[in-house]
């Protein structure tokens, strides 16, 4: 590993798992925001004239989608990085941001599909947004898939970067498809919505604290994939050393599993 | 994640080995080839839209009788007709030149109805346009547009 | 409780329980990973030690 993987190793172990003073703050503060996002939600914002209490699902809907796509932009900007420096940790930054960004897509179809249900009378229909929406899903379970498929550590990094950056192309589709189809979901407008002050405000509290535990959950995820890669390469390590102790007789080491 | 990669500065894997990855590179690159085609499949099929409006299907006229297509239009005022007795319910839908009657067998999503009742009046309909020019209906979809509202009175 | 609210409740509930399900797996993984990388590098550094004497 040399010199880099030293200085890696170094820091993957040196940092707790986002706890003392550090993550006592951001813990505290995702607390509190989450506790005010849902105050508002429920309480604060006001009923919608045709859907009542059912558009209430707007904030969480529409803050959990804008995640998938941010997280899948990480994913793009992350392989463009790995590919330019070569250096694992922007891989890992890769990996954590696709499987958060699955758990925000399959939020977003799931809280779709509740709304719709009540508003549009069906669960799932082939609209063009809701379609490439589960498109996007399917490219980045496979790019987790993918990686699981390769064992060599380069190739597997490389060829996940490349399918990182090309896998991206959905999103502004995803986007513009509402524009583009004709489509049962309605197009994203912040200016023909009509929203109250309240209800701007409960989107934006709603937004930020979902923002702040995508954050947290990106960056425990890559701590989590910084340490598997430690004990990869570890593992190696006790490999290569037990295969000279066999040859002397001496006793071998366990094994790192994961 | 059970195999070892291999190790740095380890010799060049043997040809097992090289074949197996290759295997594995075909697999997955038809499954990537396969999300993008299919990406581009929905992405280019201009012809096959979500649905046609009232005026399409009647320019369309026979030759799309029978077949099972979607169609948008608004409920025109007053046309709602519920048969309690065999769940049956009649409506019309237009667009700016064309009139549709809809015959639907079930119970209609929530908010369908009238816009003037807090209802959302614009439907897509799922179904087959029969001989006798009626459009019968096996799914009823509510869309609207992404306008949010207060309630100006709290329901209570 | 009216059917809106039902359908509330639900889309609202997966979302907290898959967020923050996720983040006590992910951290729980990171300790279990953490303590078998630790356990093998003692592991490793008490053989060095033997074969070095």
């Known amino acids: 590993m040399g010199l880099l993987g030293t200085a890696l190793r170094r820091r993957a172990v040196g940092q707790p798992p986002l706890f003392g003073w550090r993550g006592l703050i951001v813990y505290a503060a995702l607390l509190v925001l989450m506790s005010a996002a849902l105050y508002m939600i429920f309480i604060y914002a006001p009923a919608e004239r045709v859907q009542g209490d059912a558009h209430r699902l707007l904030y969480g809907h529409v803050a959990v989608a804008w995640l998938a796509f941010l997280a899948f932009g990480i994913v793009a900007f992350a392989s463009v990085m790995y590919l330019w420096r070569r250096n694992p940790r922007w891989d890992s930054l890769a990996v954590a941001s696709a499987e958060v960004g699955v758990l925000f897509t399959t939020l977003t179809l799931i809280s779709g599909s509740v709304w719709g249900r009540h508003v549009w009378g069906v669960w799932w229909t082939w609209d063009p947004r809701l379609t490439t929406t589960l498109v996007l899903w399917f490219i980045y379970v496979a790019y987790l898939a993918l990686r699981m498929y390769i064992d060599n550590v380069d190739t597997r990094r490389r060829v996940a970067a490349i399918f990182g950056i090309v ?21 994203q407008s912040v200016t023909r919505a009509g929203l ?9 509290v709603t937004v930020v604290a979902f923002t702040v535990f995508c954050f947290v959950l990106i960056r425990q995820r890559y701590l989590l994939e910084r340490a598997s890669d430690e004990g990869e390469g570890l593992r190696d390590i006790v490999r290569n050393r037990n295969d000279v102790l066999r040859q002397t007789g001496a006793p071998s080491a366990p094994e790192a599993g994961e | 994640m059970t195999d070892a990669p291999e190790p740095a500065g380890a010799p060049a894997p043997e040809p097992l080995k090289n074949r197996l990855m290759s295997g594995k590179f075909l697999f997955v690159g038809g499954a990537l080839a396969a999300a993008l085609g ?20 009647h320019a ?76 019968e209906a096996r799914n009823l979809i509510v869309k609207h547009g992404p306008e949010f509202e207060p309630r100006e009175i709290p329901a209570q | ?51 070095a004497e």
């Open chain 1, 167 to 187: 896998g991206v192309v959905d999103v502004p589709i995803v986007w513009y498809s509402v524009e583009w189809w004709r489509s049962l979901h309605p197009v």
């Open chain 1, 196 to 204: 109250t002050a309240e209800m701007v405000l409960t989107l934006v």
């Open chain 2, 38 to 57: 299919f990406l581009i499949w929905t992405a280019t099929q201009g012809a096959a839209v979500y649905y046609h409006t009232v005026s399409e299907l």
């Open chain 2, 60 to 135: 369309k006229g026979d030759e799309i009788q029978g077949q099972l297509v979607r169609v948008n239009g608004i409920v025109v005022d007053g046309s709602i007709q519920e048969e309690s007795a065999n769940g049956i319910i009649r409506f019309e839908i237009e667009d700016a030149t064309g009139v549709l009657p809809v015959e639907f067998r079930g119970s209609p999503p929530d908010l369908f109805g009238y816009a003037e009742e807090d209802k959302y009046s614009d439907v897509i309909a799922e179904g087959r346009l029969l001989g006798t020019g009626v459009f």
């Open chain 3, 1 to 51: 409780m009216t059917q809106e609210l039902v359908f509330l409740f639900i889309g609202y509930a997966v979302i907290w329980v898959l967020l923050f399900g996720y983040l006590v797996f992910i951290t729980g993984r990171i300790r279990g990973v953490r303590d078998a990388v630790r356990d093998v590098r003692h592991e490793l550094d008490a053989q060095r030690q033997e074969t």
